[in-house]
């Protein structure tokens, strides 16, 4: 938790500033309109609120702190306990009588143990696991000045199974602080939790329970529209980003009725949802659930009583993606064409050059050691799903004509990126040109990070200190000094303008054509920055045979 600025103001002095404070609160719930003092006591520049920031809900008031000039809120309710809604569709929040502290994080989802990349370094203190975790964070510059600042919104990654925003690396105070804007991150529901499917079995009651977890990012951007006027942002524009799976979750919201309206552009990092899961399959897998735990079809009622633990523990090691149920997500995101509820917003995609040296490397470094033997075997073993009839011995043939310099090595990192992550988003961008034409932009971060000798190259979740100019608070970027810091300058000055005007481009920046099935401009992010047509084209044109299958559908 970040300290909150002090001060010792005179007793009557803070008197006075408190009563000034709760009248505007009360006038302001009962919808009246209030006097200059009353909202000069409530502003950030006020001496009471400088210190201990008090915004209303429509929930009820809670207390920030200030962060050099920026107004934080920590861990704000926008749904109710989980424990409460367990596999269905979450309810708003239950109202508070009191001032509500909101300076540090709140829980984050519960969520499996798993092994840490090597790459991430050592994991920071374990946050709380709670069901109570629907809660999101808030930095603004003033409260109800008629700010009207675009809001960004973000998500996290870890799939759809792990993760949370409780983190520093995902603190919004600087970009809030660069570009005058709002930033909110969230928490939701996740693996089994927010998306296990029990509607076949269990009928009307968990007609939702498959896409909970979106439900809740739903229930968040409600929470937005809402509120976040009392906070100095404009409801009507709003910005969702996303890394990874949070990218993807980006992507899912693209094509649910019920998000429609409640946010205006989008900005995904290593991030693609093509394809919603089968609720065949999404059965299925509720079904061993509910065996491992002994419970019968027609006694799900039990769910809702038994331990967390014990629930995650059956939980563990499933498929968790969006189903396509046919309510909530009525249709495929992106196959077999891009959802019309969606065609009109404004889109960045991008990705890193290096993704899966931490994603697959950071977890084996022996793929650090492989030789020319070894390396068809590891390809087939790491992506065998995502090359269709290619064989991996051709592959390995095409790369070191390609790129004769590289290693064994540097060929499997560049094979298996190219054909599982890049893969995917050429497939959502393709479908946008299509579907969307001068709507959509594309990047690779090229810029290799020199942590570990340069070992990680551009990996997977790179962007994410770039994109909210958090450099310090990462390992890739803190020791890279100038040089992350004007990546972090571009990447964010470009998301800033984006937020702004549905437009990528500032002046800092070559030209950033948008995508199109022509020349596949994309935006290249590097010390010496530039857009190229269809950069690495012969890696995609080699993989595009292979017909792309989204993991876990």
């Known amino acids: 938790m970040r300290t909150m600025t002090l001060h010792n103001p005179a007793l009557a002095q803070a008197m006075r500033q408190r009563a000034l404070v709760l009248v505007a609160v009360v006038l302001a719930q009962a919808g009246a309109t209030f006097s200059d003092a009353a909202v000069t006591a409530y502003d950030s520049s006020s001496t009471e609120a400088a210190s201990a920031p008090v915004a209303a809900t429509g929930a009820g008031r809670v207390r920030g702190y200030v962060d050099a000039g920026i107004l934080a809120f920590k861990g704000i309710p926008y749904g109710a306990d989980t424990a409460t809604t367990r596999f269905r569709a979450p309810r708003p929040p239950e109202p508070w009588p009191d001032i509500r502290d909101a300076t540090q994080f709140g829980p984050r989802a519960p969520q499996p143990a798993g092994r840490r990349s090597a790459a991430a370094g050592p994991a920071p203190d374990a946050p709380m696991e709670s069901e109570d975790c629907l809660r999101l964070n808030v930095w603004t510059h003033a409260l109800r000045d008629g700010g009207a600042r675009p809001v960004l919104v973000y998500f996290h990654g870890g799939a759809y199974n792990s993760g949370t925003v409780t983190e520093d690396l995902y603190d919004g105070a600087r970009l809030c602080r660069r570009g005058n804007v709002v930033v909110v991150t969230v928490n939701h529901r996740l693996n089994g939790f927010g998306y296990l499917y029990l509607a076949q079995i269990g009928g009307e009651r968990f007609a939702g329970s498959g896409n909970a977890g979106m439900l809740d990012l739903v229930l968040a951007l409600e929470w937005v529209r809402d509120n976040i006027s009392e906070f100095g942002g404009d409801p009507r524009n709003v910005t969702i980003f996303g890394q990874s799976g949070g990218g993807a979750k980006c992507a899912t919201l693209m094509a649910m009725p019920t998000a429609r309206g409640l946010f205006h552009r989008v900005w995904t990092m290593s991030g693609q949802q093509i394809a919603g899961r089968d609720p065949t399959r999404a059965t299925e897998t509720a079904r061993a659930v509910l065996e491992k735990l002994g ?12 331990p967390r633990k014990q629930l995650a523990e059956a939980m563990r090691g499933g498929d968790w993606t969006p189903v396509m149920d046919g309510s909530a997500l009525p249709r495929h995101p992106f196959q077999p064409d891009a959802s019309p509820l969606s065609r009109d917003i404004p889109m960045v995609m991008g990705n890193t050059r290096d993704k899966t040296r931490n994603l697959i490397g950071g977890r084996d470094p022996a793929l650090f050691e492989l030789t020319w033997e070894d390396l068809p075997a590891a390809i087939e073993r790491n992506v065998g799903q995502f090359i269709g009839d290619l064989q991996p011995g051709d592959i390995v043939s095409n790369y070191r004509k390609m790129y004769p310099a590289y290693s064994p090595s540097d060929i499997f990192f560049a094979a298996t990126t190219a054909a599982r992550s890049w893969k995917s988003m050429v497939v959502q961008l393709d479908v946008r040109a299509k579907d969307s034409p001068g709507r959509t ?42 040089e992350a ?31 199109d099935l022509e020349k596949r401009a994309t935006m290249i992010f590097d010390l010496d920055p530039r857009a190229v047509d269809d950069p690495r084209g012969g890696e995609r044109k080699l993989f595009a045979p292979a017909v792309y299958v989204q993991p876990g559908t």
Do not use: C
């Open 295 to 306: 419970i019968a079809p027609g006694e799900l009622g039990r769910l809702d009583t038994l």
């Open 485 to 515: 810091q004007r990546l972090a300058d571009m990447m964010s000055e470009s998301l800033l303008a984006f937020s702004r005007k549905g437009d990528p481009n500032t002046p800092s920046l070559p030209e950033w054509p948008v995508y």
């Open 441 to 482: 932009w594309a990047y690779h971060v090229n810029w290799g990070s020199p942590a570990d000798g340069g070992k990680w190259g551009a990996p997977h979740t790179l962007d994410i200190p770039l994109v909210f100019d958090n450099t310090a608070e990462d390992r890739l970027t803190r020791d890279a000094g100038p």
